[in-house]
């Protein structure tokens, strides 16, 4: 048994305020000098970023779709070890979850999860158009569904001391506590762009700032005290943490594997480069935007997910990396790259020049391709034998031209065959999470040790 103090940080709907207020809450609690866990249900990259930069830990996402329902607790002790506390934002509204066809209705919702860590929930409500209404909208929340435990209320935008007294009056009788009270705050805005939240990584010294004063203005209108002992009311665990190293088999020759990071490649999952290391590799970090070289004797290139669209001018304008990625995979390198990482290795973003490994074309687009995806491999790679089945998601606004090459990646439910899989090479639109797939970064790990030369076997020998 683990005990863990633990909340859920939920909403009615999304644009409620979660992100904010998780983020205030992870950033005034690490001020008063506790060790926070932070975690997001569901695949979003960004907000863990923003509630990761407050706490000083990666933020880690708890997905039931990709990680397997089995995994959801496991995965969470991992990323809170030595925490004191965790924070857990929330997906969409309380009860939202995945609408593939092949799972029940609120399958993956904030929750489910909630359930599943047996953790209760702190629900953000957006009172700005609200008064006495606030206390249905609440009471149907804390009733839906018995096996949530709703503990506490934030109010969120509240407009005067007027408006919070009506609020809290009218939750008076709720039996819902109300934990604190946040004004509207303009200035707390975090800029947003075509897919969400700009990545905390992009921001520097603005979104450390940012999370500062979100930290501050939590910490003056929440109860910290009280939040803390609601999440000490979660029970313990009965769960084995989960550990890479028990999933998968290393591999002799500690092949030296590149990770594509920077601000143009800030989707990445935790676990990713966590399995990649406990196969044996030795993972180093690029940026594509500043080093001109990938790492000296790098076997194989992992290119992820992110905003490369934004920084392709830049991208483009780095000639050497993008030279040394196109020999890496001419030589038979194994390079895996996902959504922003097949951008990178095609022939040409919005009409600017990318690695040219892939004769593909590239642009932005203005349809939003969003969703989980049950995926079928049809091509033998580097990443997965053919048949591998693996539960992914999409998320982008460009488009490929074309979408699938002469042995493509992937095939889902309602498309056609997608992405690449072309000698060393894997490239899709498919984000996974490699914690539900361990065997995936164990077989690439594998294909880049054997891919290493002699020369350099040699000389780790």
């Given at each position: 048994?683990?005990?863990?103090?633990?909340?859920?940080?939920?909403?009615?709907?999304?644009?409620?305020?979660?992100?904010?207020?998780?983020?205030?809450?992870?950033?005034?609690?690490?001020?008063?000098?506790?060790?926070?866990?932070?975690?997001?249900?569901?695949?979003?990259?960004?907000?863990?970023?923003?509630?990761?930069?407050?706490?000083?830990?990666?933020?880690?996402?708890?997905?039931?779709?990709?990680?397997?329902?089995?995994?959801?607790?496991?995965?969470?002790?991992?990323?809170?070890?030595?925490?004191?506390?965790?924070?857990?934002?929330?997906?969409?509204?309380?009860?939202?979850?995945?609408?593939?066809?092949?799972?029940?209705?609120?399958?993956?919702?904030?929750?489910?999860?909630?359930?599943?860590?047996?953790?209760?929930?702190?629900?953000?409500?957006?009172?700005?158009?609200?008064?006495?209404?606030?206390?249905?909208?609440?009471?149907?929340?804390?009733?839906?569904?018995?096996?949530?435990?709703?503990?506490?209320?934030?109010?969120?935008?509240?407009?005067?001391?007027?408006?919070?007294?009506?609020?809290?009056?009218?939750?008076?009788?709720?039996?819902?506590?109300?934990?604190?009270?946040?004004?509207r705050l303009a200035e707390l805005g975090t800029p947003s762009r075509h897919l969400g939240l700009v990545p905390a990584a992009e921001r520097s010294a603005e979104a450390l700032a940012t999370v500062?004063?979100?930290?501050?203005?939590?910490?003056?209108?929440?109860?910290?005290?009280?939040?803390?002992?609601?999440?000490?009311?979660a029970p313990a665990l009965d769960a084995v943490t989960w550990d890479p190293a028990a999933e998968v088999t290393p591999v002799e020759g500690q092949p030296r594997i590149a990770v594509a990071g920077?601000?143009?490649?800030?989707?990445?999952?935790?676990?990713?480069?966590?399995?990649?290391?406990?196969?044996?590799?030795?993972?180093?970090?690029?940026?594509?935007?500043?080093?001109?070289?990938?790492?000296?004797?790098?076997?194989?290139?992992?290119?992820?997910?992110?905003?490369?669209?934004?920084?392709?001018?830049?991208?483009?304008?780095?000639?050497?990396?993008?030279?040394?990625?196109?020999?890496?995979?001419?030589?038979?390198?194994?390079?895996?790259?996902?959504?922003?990482?097949?951008?990178?290795?095609?022939?040409?973003?919005?009409?600017?020049?990318?690695?040219?490994?892939?004769?593909?074309?590239?642009?932005?687009?203005?349809?939003?391709?969003?969703?989980?995806?049950?995926?079928?491999?049809?091509?033998?790679?580097?990443?997965?034998?053919?048949?591998?089945?693996?539960?992914?998601?999409?998320?982008?606004?460009?488009?490929?031209?074309?979408?699938?090459?002469?042995?493509?990646?992937?095939?889902?439910?309602?498309?056609?065959?997608?992405?690449?899989?072309?000698?060393?090479?894997?490239?899709?639109?498919?984000?996974?999470?490699?914690?539900g797939s361990p065997a995936l970064p164990e077989r690439f790990v594998a294909a880049c040790a054997a891919a290493v030369p002699e020369e350099v076997r040699r000389a780790h020998r």
């Amino acid at each position: 048994m683990v005990s863990v103090p633990r909340v859920v940080v939920a909403a009615p709907t999304s644009n409620a305020g979660k992100t904010s207020v998780a983020t205030g809450l992870v950033a005034a609690l690490t001020a008063r000098g506790l060790a926070v866990s932070p975690h997001k249900v569901g695949p979003d990259y960004i907000d863990p970023g923003y509630t990761g930069l407050a706490a000083g830990r990666p933020g880690r996402n708890l997905d039931p779709v990709l990680q397997g329902e089995e995994r959801v607790v496991p995965l969470f002790l991992h990323g809170a070890r030595g925490a004191d506390v965790a924070v857990v934002e929330g997906v969409m509204g309380l009860f939202d979850g995945a609408t593939s066809p092949d799972v029940e209705p609120g399958f993956a919702s904030t929750a489910h999860v909630a359930r599943l860590l047996r953790a209760p929930v702190v629900l953000v409500v957006d009172a700005s158009a609200q008064a006495q209404s606030v206390a249905a909208l609440v009471h149907g929340f804390a009733t839906f569904d018995p096996r949530v435990r709703l503990g506490g209320v934030v109010l969120n935008r509240v407009g005067s001391d007027r408006h919070e007294e009506i609020l809290r009056e009218a939750l008076g009788a709720s039996g819902v506590p109300v934990l604190g009270a946040v004004r509207r705050l303009a200035e707390l805005g975090t800029p947003s762009r075509h897919l969400g939240l700009v990545p905390a990584a992009e921001r520097s010294a603005e979104a450390l700032a940012t999370v500062a004063r979100l930290g501050e203005v939590v910490a003056a209108g929440v109860d910290l005290d009280a939040v803390l002992r609601l999440a000490r009311t979660a029970p313990a665990l009965d769960a084995v943490t989960w550990d890479p190293a028990a999933e998968v088999t290393p591999v002799e020759g500690q092949p030296r594997i590149a990770v594509a990071g920077g601000p143009a490649f800030t989707f990445g999952y935790a676990e990713n480069a966590e399995l990649l290391a406990a196969a044996g590799a030795e993972v180093v970090t690029v940026d594509p935007l500043r080093d001109e070289a990938l790492p000296a004797g790098t076997a194989g290139l992992v290119v992820g997910g992110g905003f490369p669209e934004v920084h392709a001018e830049a991208l483009s304008a780095n000639a050497g990396l993008r030279a040394d990625v196109a020999a890496l995979a001419a030589r038979g390198g194994p390079v895996a790259a996902e959504c922003a990482g097949l951008l990178y290795l095609s022939r040409e973003l919005d009409g600017h020049p990318m690695c040219g490994v892939l004769d593909v074309a590239t642009a932005m687009s203005p349809r939003l391709t969003l969703g989980y995806r049950a995926a079928v491999a049809l091509t033998d790679s580097v990443l997965a034998p053919a048949g591998t089945r693996v539960r992914g998601h999409e998320f982008h606004r460009t488009h490929a031209r074309p979408g699938a090459g002469a042995t493509p990646a992937w095939q889902w439910a309602g498309a056609g065959p997608e992405g690449f899989a072309t000698g060393s090479v894997h490239a899709s639109y498919l984000h996974l999470n490699w914690a539900g797939s361990p065997a995936l970064p164990e077989r690439f790990v594998a294909a880049c040790a054997a891919a290493v030369p002699e020369e350099v076997r040699r000389a780790h020998r």
